[in-house]
């Protein structure tokens, strides 16, 4: 019955076209170019590349970096570090404008205690004799607890605040940890993440976003829902498309198109008239809904020690604090308030831990002091010659010899 109807209605269509000659082409009215912007100066591409690395020790400062750049977009680099508790954290990242920013963690464990237990100063002898640095002090190594599995999860789901979270951990206790996190974005979509840790390889994430159904505590995830077939469909409406197009070029064959002259100008056209948009009902007043919630996890055999606490009025006031026991065995505490006028704002405090072994530079004494220049001898002393002035007597006559004869 459907495809009756369609050949008809394509029947008419063809009909109606037929009686009317195809216009003749129209000529638009002329608009002059807009005005040529001058373009963006084009630089040519400046690649650069850099690197350092920084290897001290004896205040354990050991890191490194490097870093290379087409100068089309493309970056390519890496840096390492040396963690508190002796592991290398190394980062290898890359960013295009494609692919954006990619990095890749490693964690490199290492047995700092050892390391330094074996360590000694390196011989140096400078011009003045250096002060001697006792090896560092060789920590006991840590002692072997027996495997203590543990698994804990908590959720929240208060619908009034949006406060939509939940998580689950397990650990068997020889390293290897499994667990997951979700909670409800501000858009209304549920960001779940499933996680994976070993010492084999390392951490790691699977993040997963869902959309969010009409029933409130139904969730669908985006990647899970199931596609609904539509290839029957397609197929029925592509052979109606196909027969209608054949009557329509079948009434259009038949006649032959006449010259059209219109004996009018370029019809004006008024603005459209739009409808003020629909007026929706305002979102319903709840009243104030205070909440306040903590735990804590303390357990010293996987130096797994957190806790959290928080307290909010239910009118936009929020104070809270967590803690954590950091890997150098130092604790660090969050104290954070939030409202409406100055916003969140957060105090940390980090203490405890171990200390930096102090470190003062040597003052230099030179073995030697500089010698006195003192000559052998004494510098003779000459005095100027003295010299008596002539005198000149006049010389007395003598008359020639003359014999007797």
């Known amino acids: 019955m459907f495809y009756v109807r369609m050949i008809i209605f394509a029947a008419c269509v063809a009909t109606a076209l037929a009686q009317y000659a195809a216009p003749v082409a129209y000529k638009p009215v002329a608009y002059s170019a807009p005005k040529a912007y001058a373009p963006e100066p084009s630089y040519p591409p400046t690649p650069y590349n850099f690197e350092y690395s920084v290897n ?11 870093e290379y750049s087409d100068g089309n977009g493309y970056v390519k680099g890496s840096y390492s570090l040396l963690e508190a508790d002796g592991s290398t954290r190394t ?3 890359t960013a295009d404008d494609y692919n954006g920013f990619n990095a890749v963690f490693i964690i490199l464990a290492a047995c700092v205690a050892t390391a330094l237990a074996q360590y000694s100063a390196p011989a140096y002898k400078p011009a003045y004799s250096a002060p001697a640095y006792s090896a560092p002090k ?6 072997a607890y027996a495997p203590a599995p543990y698994s804990f999860e908590y959720s929240v789901n208060d619908p009034h605040t949006y406060d939509v979270k939940s998580q689950s951990e397990y650990a068997d206790g020889n390293g290897y940890v499994k667990g997951s996190y979700s909670l409800l974005e501000a858009d209304g979509s549920t960001r779940t993440v499933e996680y994976t840790a070993d010492d084999y390889n390392g951490f790691n994430a699977v993040h997963k976003y869902g959309r969010r159904n009409s029933n409130i505590t139904q969730f669908i995830p985006l990647t899970s829902v199931s596609s609904i077939s539509t290839e029957h469909t397609l197929t029925k409406m592509a052979a109606k498309l196909i027969i209608f197009a054949a009557c ?7 006649y032959p198109a006449p010259a059209y002259k ?7 056209y008024s603005a459209p008239a739009y409808s003020a948009p629909k007026a929706y009902a305002p ?15 303390n357990d010293p055999t996987t130096y797994d020690v957190k806790s959290q606490s928080e307290y909010s009025d239910g009118n936009g006031y929020v104070k809270g604090s967590y803690s954590l026991l950091e890997a ?11 409202d409406d006028y100055n916003g969140f704002n957060a105090v940390v405090k980090n203490e405890g831990g171990y200390k930096a072994p102090a470190y003062s530079a ?4 030179p073995a030697y002091s500089a010698p006195a220049y003192k000559p052998a001898y004494a510098a003779p002393a000459y005095a100027a010659p003295a010299y008596p002035a002539p005198a000149y007597s006049a010389p007395a006559y003598k008359p020639a010899y003359k014999p007797a004869y």
């Open 262 to 268: 219109p004996a009018y100008s370029a019809p004006a």
């Open 138 to 143: 060789a920590y006991a190594p840590e002692p």
């Open 283 to 297: 979102e319903p007043a709840y009243a104030p809904a205070p909440y306040n919630f903590e735990y804590s996890v």
């Open 56 to 66: 001290d020790p004896h205040t354990y400062d050991v890191k490194s970096q490097s």
């Open 328 to 338: 150098d065995g130092s604790t660090r505490t969050v104290e954070y308030t939030a």
């Open 248 to 254: 329509v070029a079948s009434a259009l064959a038949q």
């Open 91 to 93: 980062v290898e990242y």
């Open 362 to 365: 040597p003052a230099y004494k």
